[in-house]
Protein backbone atom coordinates (compact mmCIF):
# COMPACT_ATOMS: atom_id res chain seq x y z
CA UNK A 1 0.00 0.00 0.00
CA UNK A 2 2.92 2.74 0.56
CA UNK A 3 4.38 1.76 -2.90
CA UNK A 4 1.10 2.54 -4.83
CA UNK A 5 0.61 5.84 -2.40
CA UNK A 6 4.19 6.41 -3.18
CA UNK A 7 4.07 5.91 -6.54
CA UNK A 8 0.47 8.24 -7.07
CA UNK A 9 2.26 10.87 -5.29
CA UNK A 10 5.23 10.75 -8.51
CA UNK A 11 2.71 10.58 -10.85
CA UNK A 12 1.24 13.91 -9.93
CA UNK A 13 4.29 16.19 -9.22
CA UNK A 14 5.40 15.94 -12.45
CA UNK A 15 1.78 17.33 -13.52
CA UNK A 16 1.97 20.18 -11.49
CA UNK A 17 5.86 20.97 -12.28
CA UNK A 18 4.50 21.15 -16.14
CA UNK A 19 1.49 23.29 -15.51
CA UNK A 20 1.84 26.01 -18.19
CA UNK A 21 0.85 29.77 -17.72
CA UNK A 22 1.49 30.60 -21.55
CA UNK A 23 1.22 29.09 -24.85
CA UNK A 24 2.48 30.51 -28.47
CA UNK A 25 -0.18 30.15 -31.10
CA UNK A 26 1.26 29.36 -34.47
CA UNK A 27 0.11 30.95 -37.72
CA UNK A 28 1.18 30.52 -40.81
CA UNK A 29 2.74 34.15 -41.68
CA UNK A 30 4.41 36.13 -39.10
CA UNK A 31 4.24 39.68 -38.38
CA UNK A 32 7.27 41.15 -38.12
CA UNK A 33 8.83 37.95 -36.84
CA UNK A 34 6.60 37.80 -33.36
CA UNK A 35 4.82 34.95 -32.54
CA UNK A 36 1.06 34.82 -31.08
CA UNK A 37 1.16 34.38 -27.56
CA UNK A 38 -2.25 33.77 -24.89
CA UNK A 39 -0.52 34.07 -21.06
CA UNK A 40 -2.11 33.40 -17.91
CA UNK A 41 -0.30 35.58 -15.47
CA UNK A 42 -0.80 38.41 -12.55
CA UNK A 43 -3.96 40.33 -12.59
CA UNK A 44 -3.61 43.67 -14.22
CA UNK A 45 -6.66 45.10 -12.66
CA UNK A 46 -7.85 45.07 -8.98
CA UNK A 47 -9.76 42.65 -7.33
CA UNK A 48 -8.95 40.07 -10.22
CA UNK A 49 -6.64 36.95 -9.20
CA UNK A 50 -5.62 36.51 -12.89
CA UNK A 51 -5.22 38.04 -15.86
CA UNK A 52 -5.49 36.18 -19.40
CA UNK A 53 -3.57 38.10 -22.52
CA UNK A 54 -3.90 37.15 -26.27
CA UNK A 55 -1.32 38.78 -28.40
CA UNK A 56 -2.24 38.03 -31.94
CA UNK A 57 0.95 38.56 -34.23
CA UNK A 58 0.11 36.18 -36.88
CA UNK A 59 -2.52 34.61 -39.22
CA UNK A 60 -3.51 31.21 -38.45
CA UNK A 61 -5.02 28.55 -40.36
CA UNK A 62 -6.86 26.37 -37.29
CA UNK A 63 -8.53 26.34 -34.03
CA UNK A 64 -7.18 25.27 -30.84
CA UNK A 65 -7.84 24.17 -27.24
CA UNK A 66 -5.84 23.85 -24.00
CA UNK A 67 -5.38 24.50 -20.60
CA UNK A 68 -3.28 27.50 -18.87
CA UNK A 69 -2.12 27.30 -15.01
CA UNK A 70 -1.64 30.53 -12.72
CA UNK A 71 -0.68 29.93 -8.87
CA UNK A 72 -3.60 27.36 -7.72
CA UNK A 73 -6.12 28.17 -11.13
CA UNK A 74 -6.11 26.60 -14.72
CA UNK A 75 -8.64 27.68 -16.89
CA UNK A 76 -9.56 26.07 -20.35
CA UNK A 77 -9.07 28.51 -23.35
CA UNK A 78 -10.53 27.95 -27.10
CA UNK A 79 -9.12 29.72 -29.69
CA UNK A 80 -11.04 30.30 -33.05
CA UNK A 81 -9.49 31.37 -36.16
CA UNK A 82 -11.00 34.32 -38.42
CA UNK A 83 -14.16 34.31 -36.45
CA UNK A 84 -15.56 37.59 -38.90
CA UNK A 85 -14.94 39.37 -42.14
CA UNK A 86 -11.54 41.59 -40.83
CA UNK A 87 -9.78 38.32 -40.36
CA UNK A 88 -9.93 38.30 -36.46
CA UNK A 89 -8.83 35.61 -33.99
CA UNK A 90 -11.53 35.07 -30.69
CA UNK A 91 -10.54 33.93 -27.69
CA UNK A 92 -12.82 32.13 -25.36
CA UNK A 93 -12.13 31.20 -21.39
CA UNK A 94 -13.72 28.82 -19.16
CA UNK A 95 -13.03 29.41 -15.82
CA UNK A 96 -13.55 26.64 -13.18
CA UNK A 97 -16.17 26.36 -10.41
CA UNK A 98 -15.69 28.96 -7.75
CA UNK A 99 -14.61 31.89 -10.43
CA UNK A 100 -15.69 34.17 -13.15
CA UNK A 101 -14.26 35.93 -15.97
CA UNK A 102 -15.01 39.78 -16.71
CA UNK A 103 -15.85 38.07 -20.35
CA UNK A 104 -16.36 34.85 -21.49
CA UNK A 105 -14.46 35.65 -24.96
CA UNK A 106 -13.38 38.65 -27.07
CA UNK A 107 -12.03 39.05 -30.88
CA UNK A 108 -8.43 39.98 -31.25
CA UNK A 109 -7.62 41.79 -34.76
CA UNK A 110 -4.29 41.17 -35.97
CA UNK A 111 -0.95 42.98 -34.38
CA UNK A 112 -3.35 43.89 -31.45
CA UNK A 113 -4.01 41.94 -28.10
CA UNK A 114 -6.92 42.22 -25.69
CA UNK A 115 -7.44 40.55 -21.73
CA UNK A 116 -9.94 38.90 -20.20
CA UNK A 117 -9.60 39.40 -16.23
CA UNK A 118 -10.50 36.58 -13.69
CA UNK A 119 -12.38 36.44 -10.58
CA UNK A 120 -13.42 35.19 -7.43
CA UNK A 121 -16.92 34.02 -7.71
CA UNK A 122 -18.77 36.37 -4.64
CA UNK A 123 -22.46 35.28 -5.20
CA UNK A 124 -24.38 33.53 -2.82
Given amino acids: MRHLLLASAALIIPAAANADSGRIWHGNMHNNWRDSYIELHEPTVSGAIATVTFQNEEVHGGDEHFDLTYQDITISVEMEWTVNRDGDE ?30 KYQGS
Fill in 90 to 119: RMIVHTPEGYVASLRDIDVAETTSGQIHIY
